[in-house]
């Protein structure tokens, strides 16, 4: 009885093991699971949307593995972003905070804010104006925002939320994305911490790109730990939607 006992403890054990070490290689190699704390990202993604990340997206470097480990340097299996993907990254100020915007210049690109009006190489990006975008703040008091559709010059439609075009950051001198590094904003342009904050964010080096966002598989509107209350704060059309 004694034996039978002991071999059941270890075969959880090592079953619990397997589990881990499958976890963390899906994490590492496929897709890894990331929450939404700030609103900088309004309204591609919102406070409580839980979304998955596709590791291999952009190749691995060491900031694919657990704990950042310096196994190596650069990237394997390397693919470039395109302009317009929703990108996390290690924010280069610290390598160690994960960040997530809007990539939309490449290297050697000239990007700049005029009037709100985002212009890569000189040319304005065309901004057609949407419907206005409500929303509650974490203070409970209920905002409207106007909203924009962006077309990028590859084609790749988003929208955007301003809520005035003469912030100290919807007017900047030309930022020139040096090689090798990548030009991210926040959709929500008043209210993101992006590359135009070279103190702060600056420019992403290829390294620090994790992968790319491509799905909301959950979004709350309050504590998610809270499941009595999800009959009411789950996001139901938001569940499983694609990352444009």
Do not use: C
């Not at 593995?65 to 990237?75: E, K």
């Not at 809270?226 to 569940?239: I, N």
């Amino acid at each position: 009885m004694e034996k039978r006992k002991e071999g059941g403890f270890g075969e959880l054990l090592r079953t619990i093991i397997y589990a881990v070490l499958i976890a963390l290689v899906v994490r590492t190699v496929a897709y890894e699971p990331f929450s939404i704390p700030s609103g900088s990202m309004i309204p591609t993604l919102l406070v409580g949307d839980y979304l998955f990340v596709s590791k291999y997206s952009y190749g691995y470097s060491r900031y694919s593995l657990p704990l950042s480990l310096p196994l190596f340097s650069g990237r394997l299996f390397a693919s470039e972003p395109e302009r317009g993907d929703v990108a996390v990254f290690k924010l280069p100020t610290d390598n160690t905070t994960d960040y997530i915007k809007r990539i939309v210049g490449l290297p050697g690109d000239t990007i700049q804010l005029i009037g709100g009006i985002l212009h890569i190489n000189g040319e304005a990006v065309e901004r057609i104006e949407d419907s206005a975008f409500t929303f509650t703040d974490a203070a409970g008091t209920v905002r409207a925002l106007r909203r924009y559709i962006e077309v990028l010059p590859n084609g790749r439609r988003h929208t955007i939320v301003e809520l005035t075009d003469h912030g100290p950051f919807d007017n900047t001198p030309p930022y020139r994305v040096p090689e090798g590094h990548y030009f991210a904003l926040g959709d929500n342009r008043d209210s993101s911490r992006d590359s135009r904050f070279l103190d702060e964010v600056g420019y992403i080096p290829f390294e620090n790109l994790i992968g790319r966002a491509e799905i909301i598989f959950f979004s709350v509107d309050g504590r998610i730990w809270e499941f009595w209350r999800w009959p009411s704060t789950v996001r139901a059309g938001r569940l499983f939607t694609r990352i444009e």
